[in-house]
């Protein structure tokens, strides 16, 4: 195992303040505590990065999984403050075992914004954000099929999390051993002990230098933990301890106190307009040059009756030159004002840029048998008026090289599904799928699995699709290599977590690595299909990262067009 240690401090990073009167309105004249007036005057905040689980053996059980739902409390000031005292009666009478990992949760009276409470942590690191996209409006045929009836309402609409209880990461490709270390930490039991993470795109490829401290994969499960459900709030405290690592009950104590004592209490409702950034520079990776005639050697590879290549997604890389900073989590939340029908995500290890993302495309959700995947490809502009927008649909739902990109998709998935569950149901079987700024081509499908615990099949099967990568999957990806030449690393890549009772993965479009100095890199692809033309493919990649772009300039949040 070519493993990556990391046991020691991190500072945070990029210490520039912003100014909160411009930036922020609050959710009330909270006073502040001492601990967090205390805590807001540092300038450089540091997490202990705990153990790494994939160094465990993954084959002896834990000594305890475990979580403790203290009483409800009106504000995340008295939160805090329960924390930070059962913490210390953990440490005064700890559980007799010498591995374990036990959640201790303080339910909130006031619903507080999950991105909002991340903002307010003054960059701590490591840390990580998944907020849930809105399916409102679409049949939920997982329903059908998971053994389930409980409410959503114990379900979180989004996540964030700093610091570290148990981290899983490794330069080697993702394995059914690294899932099975993954899944000692977890039970249904606890069904939010959860390990947020993803993968890389192509597991087997160099790993660039911007993306070197994600590995080949990365996950955690956060040490200090803020969930924000429909009415009201949680926050959560979790340590995880293996005497195995030389990580003990001990250790993971003072490491979580250690971070305990830099989270604020004072969370500050971000304002969702524009950042406004402006962008200096745009460099493409390829350039319109480049791109064209890329686009032109695909489609001969597919023409070529000798070849069984039909589809290939080419993507492009774009840095953007800022005139002054990105704040990642503002800029998500910007885009999370045009992404409720969409996933937002953040992940940022210590040391590494944040990969942060607004994907309409998942990947999978599984909750007990029941699995569900989608089809999402071709890609339209919306139009701006009702009879524009009747006349791009009909466009989109009649074009014969829309149509075959989509089948493709829509087909490969039914088939991988159907080789790890008992019976897959498609539905609808096309059907236009509208965003803020694009529509697609869209059908759901589901199925029941043929064994509830393995996840790591359902991964290896999905990913990737063709609808980032192509079909077959084999050719796809060794075209990819072949022309492109940048490191797409977690773009396109399964993003979000394992739980014990359920699991759900986005997939990584969308997205930027946003980095430590005055810019970020933008990723976006396109279908290549029989029919492709290399502008209009080109115009599409625009179009796709637009919304980031946008967002950072003074452009209000498009609203829907009902």
Partial sequence: ?????????????????????????????????KLSSRVSRQRFLRCTLSMNG?????????GTVETRTLSTVPSPAAATERLITAVSDLKSQPPPFSSGIVRLQVPIEQKIGAIDWLHAQNEILPRSFFSRRSDSGRPDLLQDFSSDNGSSDHNPVSVAGIGSA????DLDPFSHDDWRSIRRFLSSKSPLIRAYGGLRFDPTGKIAVEWEHFGSFYFTVPQV???????????AATVAWDNELSWTLENAIEALQETMLQVSSVIMRLRRESLGVSVVSKNHVPSEGAYYPAVNNALEIIKDKHSPLSKVVLARSSRIITDTDIDPIAWLARLQCEGQDAYQFCLQPPGAPAFIGNTPERLFHRKHLGVCSEALAATRPRGDSKVREMEIERDLLTSPKDDLEFSIVREN????????????????HKSVRKLARVQHLYSQLAGQLKREDDEFNILTALHPTPAVCGCPVEEARLLIKQIESFDRGMYAGPIGFFGGGESEFSVGIRSALVEKGLGALIYAGTGIVSGSNPSSEWNELELKISQFTKSLEHESALQPIN
């Fill in 1 to 33: 195992m070519a493993s990556l240690q990391c046991s020691f401090h991190f500072l945070g990073t990029n210490p520039k303040k912003y100014n909160p009167s411009s930036i922020f309105q609050s959710y009330s004249r909270t006073s502040f505590t």
């Fill in 166 to 169: 148990v981290f899983f990461r």
């Fill in 225 to 235: 933990e803020f969930d924000e459900f429909g009415g009201s709030s949680m926050l």
């Fill in 54 to 62: 994939c160094e465990a053996d993954h084959k002896a059980p834990l």
């Fill in 413 to 428: 998935i039914r088939e991988k599904l159907k080789t790890i569950c008992d019976r897959v149901v498609v539905k609808p």
